[in-house]
């Protein structure tokens, strides 16, 4: 009778565990998406603001002059964000592909799934990221 019961409890314990899995693999699948969708949106939105980047144009007034430096220096700003932003893209891709998604590099302990959702090119749990960010704190005073 024991054994029959533990067999059951195990039988459950094991669906449940593999239900788990299966959603966690969902997860990152939706995640996965998500990360390509937006890695194709920003590589699309980069060609189009290169081709309608403004070239060096001398205006007769420095003011127009000097207003077409900071709307072309603002918009390179931009990219170079964008650029960062897609290589964080990437790099979660392929830790998704290698199984080390969902992991953080400076514990080594599971990454909420609710972060990952929320930030997906995360790489620390938030108990890191916000202990980094003190620390950050503490070295610009």
Same mark, same amino acid.
């Given at each position: !009778?024991?054994? +029959?019961?533990?067999?059951?409890?195990?039988?459950?314990?094991?669906?449940?565990?593999?239900?788990?899995? &299966?959603?966690?693999?969902?997860? !990152?699948?939706? @995640?996965? +998406?998500? %990360?390509?969708?937006?890695?194709?949106?920003? %590589? &699309?939105?980069?060609?189009?603001? *290169?081709?309608?980047?403004?070239?060096? @144009?001398?205006?007769?007034?420095?003011? =127009?002059?000097? &207003?077409?430096?900071?709307? /072309?220096?603002? !918009?390179? /700003?931009? /990219?170079?964000?964008? /650029?960062?932003?897609?290589?964080?893209?990437? =790099?979660?891709? =392929?830790?998704?592909?290698?199984?080390?998604?969902?992991?953080?590099?400076?514990?080594?302990?599971?990454? =909420? @799934?609710?972060?990952?959702?929320?930030?997906?090119?995360?790489? !620390?749990?938030?108990?890191?990221?916000?202990?980094?960010?003190?620390?950050?704190? *503490?070295?610009?005073?």
């Amino acid at each position: !009778m024991v054994k +029959k019961k533990s067999i059951k409890v195990a039988k459950k314990a094991k669906a449940k565990k593999t239900v788990r899995i &299966s959603l966690k693999e969902k997860k !990152m699948r939706e @995640i996965k +998406k998500e %990360l390509i969708a937006q890695k194709k949106a920003l %590589l &699309s939105e980069a060609v189009e603001a *290169l081709n309608k980047l403004p070239g060096q @144009i001398v205006f007769p007034d420095l003011g =127009d002059q000097a &207003s077409a430096e900071i709307d /072309r220096s603002f !918009m390179l /700003r931009l /990219r170079g964000r964008e /650029r960062k932003l897609l290589k964080k893209i990437e =790099d979660a891709i =392929d830790r998704i592909e290698q199984g080390l998604f969902g992991i953080c590099d400076r514990c080594g302990e599971a990454i =909420d @799934i609710k972060r990952l959702e929320a930030r997906p090119v995360t790489t !620390m749990c938030i108990e890191c990221k916000t202990q980094q960010e003190e620390e950050e704190k *503490l070295r610009e005073k």
